[in-house]
T-cell receptor
């Protein structure tokens, strides 16, 4: 049974700080990893994807992947109150876009 | 910017009734998905669809569920005889081609309430 684990939070950070969100996965065959943001009552919104070990930066967001440790993280720099949401980590095993396995999400609260 | 759309936004039905949830994926996307999210729980995969057939389905997607792409734009999820435990948000997602890797884009969801 493939599992994706995340701390449920809430993770509280002050405005302007760096928020660090972590995710571990059980399937060593996982190939692709994704971070989605989900506001309460809304659908998941894609933030970033990462496929190779190392860092990938996009604006204020940096995703980090370590396949040996089966670990993915998301850093949010200069956190804003509008970043307050639940962040979902997802993985898929193959390169053909079949089903995503989602983690339970980490609730982030950015305090003004 | 193209987006996935879903109708209705909220569906209330009686237990045992049939419901059809509708989705219009992003134009020119080839891969389509249904997920559900029970309130307070994680997003769960139901089914993926490519080239007019199911490519993968989860244990949740039993004989009560079916999917169809009746025309060139719509993608539907049918639940034949709804149960109380089917109450959830249902999300449709679509993905383009291999060039877009695995990125899936989600619609706004349909909230299904079974009474």
């Amino acid at each position: 049974q493939k599992e994706v684990e995340q701390n449920s939070g809430p993770l509280s950070v002050p405005e302007g700080a760096i928020a660090s969100l972590n995710c571990t996965y059980s399937d060593r065959g996982s190939q692709s990893f994704f971070w989605y943001r989900q506001y309460s009552g809304k659908s998941p919104e894609l933030i970033m994807s990462i496929y190779s070990n190392g860092d990938k930066e996009d604006g204020r967001f940096t995703a980090q992947l370590n396949k040996a440790s089966q670990y993915v993280s998301l850093l949010i720099r200069d956190s804003q109150p509008s970043d307050s949401a639940t962040y979902l980590c997802a993985e898929t095993r193959d390169n053909y876009g079949q089903n995503f396995v989602f983690g339970p999400g980490t609730r982030l609260s950015v305090l003004p | 910017e193209p987006e996935v759309t879903q109708t209705p936004s909220h569906q209330v039905t009686q237990m045992g009734q049939e419901v059809i949830l509708r989705c219009v994926p992003i134009s020119n996307h080839l891969y389509f998905y249904w997920y559900r999210q029970i309130l307070g729980q994680k997003v769960e995969f139901l089914v993926s669809f490519y080239n007019n057939e199911i490519s993968e389905k989860s244990e949740i997607f039993d004989d009560q569920f079916s999917v169809e792409r009746p025309d060139g734009s719509n993608f539907t999820l049918k639940i034949r005889s709804t149960k109380l435990e089917d109450s959830a948000m249902y999300f449709c997602a679509s993905r383009g081609t291999l060039l877009s890797y695995n990125e899936q884009f989600f619609g706004p969801g349909t909230r299904l309430t079974v009474l």
